[in-house]
């Protein structure tokens, strides 16, 4: 073969990978979920977010007011909104509860009893609010890696109790732990 019939195969080949790559479209649309997140402050919702994002979550800060993160998964997008957990920040989670079609709860299993028992008031809350009460809700009983971290198991029976739900339904209540204990 002469030496321009070899570029014009290599220039054809080159236009063939141009098509190939050009032509593909666009990956299909993945749906989003739209999530709202709450728990006390110090229970790890920004440390969750970022690294399910795979984000650092060293050195997070405290969350003053809200923030946003979408999370994507292989088949959706979490658009997540994380409210801050400051006693004086609480308050006002519920004007932020529209839209929401899914509810991320997140506890410090290694928390006071004092604390605990604020974050089983604000989930209660959270469960009974007109704009979440339908909606899924997951559980997570973070700080699990600490020696002084109640079991999920523990948490489950702690939180469920007073819970005005019948036993079926609390199986749609997962809860789990963000960090594994080592
Ligand atoms: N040991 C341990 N520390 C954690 C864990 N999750 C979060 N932390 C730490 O706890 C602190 C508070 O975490 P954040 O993610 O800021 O908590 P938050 O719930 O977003 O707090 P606010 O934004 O104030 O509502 C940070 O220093 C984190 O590194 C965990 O599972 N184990
Ligand atoms: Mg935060």
């Keep these: ?8 195969a290599f220039l054809y080949m080159d236009y063939l990978c141009f098509r ?7 990956p299909p649309a ?20 970022s690294k399910l994002c795979s984000e650092s979550h060293e050195n ?8 946003i ?3 994507p998964f292989q088949n959706a997008i979490l658009n997540v909104k994380e409210l801050g957990g400051a006693d004086t ?4 989670w519920s004007r932020y509860y529209q ?5 991320i709860f997140v506890l410090d299993s290694a928390s006071s009893e004092d604390d605990l028992e604020t974050a089983r008031n604000e989930l209660h809350s959270a469960l009974q609010h007109p704009q979440l009460c339908t909606l899924p809700f997951l559980i997570l009983a973070n700080h699990q890696d600490k020696p002084a971290a109640r079991s999920v198991q523990e948490i489950k029976r702690y939180v469920y109790l007073f ?8 199986k749609n209540f997962p809860i789990d732990s963000v960090m594994q204990k080592h």
């Design 30 to 49: 993945r749906p989003e979920y739209d999530l709202v997140c709450i728990g006390l402050t110090g229970s790890g919702k920004t440390s969750l977010l």
């Design 99 to 103: 839209g929401s079609q899914g509810v």
């Design 89 to 92: 920040i609480r308050k006002y």
């Design 1 to 8: 073969m002469s030496d321009l019939r070899i570029t014009e």
């Design 60 to 67: 997070v800060v405290s969350t003053t007011g809200f923030s």
């Design 69 to 71: 993160k979408a999370v």
């Design 20 to 26: 190939a790559l050009c032509c593909k479209g666009p």
């Design 163 to 170: 819970l005005p739900l019948k036993n079926e339904e609390k």
